[in-house]
């Protein structure tokens, strides 16, 4: 099964007059929608604008992965940790955020900031904080977060080129940039997929395009 969402329909966020700008795929702070909590691990996937300045000043997180894809610009992150790093475009960022962490992200540049911020439920909570940047990442190299047990995808296509979507319980199409074709359904940038058990399935470019596919478990049972 694929559940298209569209960009548009993404719920405004952050805080304009102090240039940010939030666009969020999940129900989020007072955007509360009980059907649309997570889809496996994943539990938030923000698309972020910074004006040059701007930023979110020291806020806590615990339990939580963090992993964050820069589009333009660049990111300053600090963390209680004794992290302090600039992550530019084709970095990929990890924060975990486990037993409590509090930290800094910022534009310190000079130009206007974009980036895609994703949250996942880990499997156990507690446990250290842990922090990792992997520049210059691969397309088509996976990257495990595995406290959430999950895999990353980046998937960067021409147009008319192919590539599969992982035969997983759950796996989650953005777009980045561009624009794709999966399943029969078009994704523009800023459109997701969330695709169920599904197999044999393809991304094909429409255009010069960027996505992030997380490949996941079912979502854990309760009760």
């Known amino acids: 099964m694929i559940q298209v969402r569209r960009g548009a329909e993404r719920y405004r966020g ?25 889809f496996g691990a994943l ?24 992993v964050t894809w ?21 970095d990929l960022q990890r924060l975990s955020s ?5 930290h800094v992200e910022r534009n310190d540049a000079g130009r206007p900031l974009r980036f895609v911020q994703m949250w996942l439920a880990p499997e156990e909570a507690g446990g250290a904080p842990s922090y990792e940047v ?3 990442i691969a397309d088509g190299t996976p990257y495990a977060v595995p406290r959430a047990g999950a895999l ?22 953005h777009v980045v940039r561009g624009a794709v074709r999966v399943g029969g359904e078009r994704l523009e940038a800023g ?17 010069a395009s960027e996505c ?3 490949e996941m478990g079912a979502e854990p049972r309760h009760g």
């Open 212 to 214: 992030l596919v997380w």
């Open 152 to 173: 990353l995808h980046l998937r960067r296509l021409a147009d008319g080129e192919r590539t599969a979507v992982p035969d997983a319980a759950r796996a989650y199409v």
């Open 191 to 207: 459109d997701s997929a969330r695709i169920t058990d599904g197999a044999d399935l393809e991304l094909k470019g429409l255009a």
């Open 98 to 102: 486990a037993g409590g962490v509090r």
């Open 134 to 136: 992997v520049r210059g």
């Open 43 to 66: 539990i938030a996937c923000n698309e972020e604008r910074l004006a040059a300045g701007a930023g979110f000043d020291e806020h806590p997180h615990r339990d939580t992965e963090i």
């Open 70 to 90: 820069v589009i333009e610009g660049e990111l300053t992150h600090r963390d209680t940790t004794g992290h302090e790093t600039t992550v530019r475009p084709g």
């Open 14 to 38: 952050g805080d304009p007059d102090a240039g940010i700008e939030s666009l969020h795929a999940f129900s989020f702070g007072p955007h509360f929608d009980p059907d649309n909590l997570r």
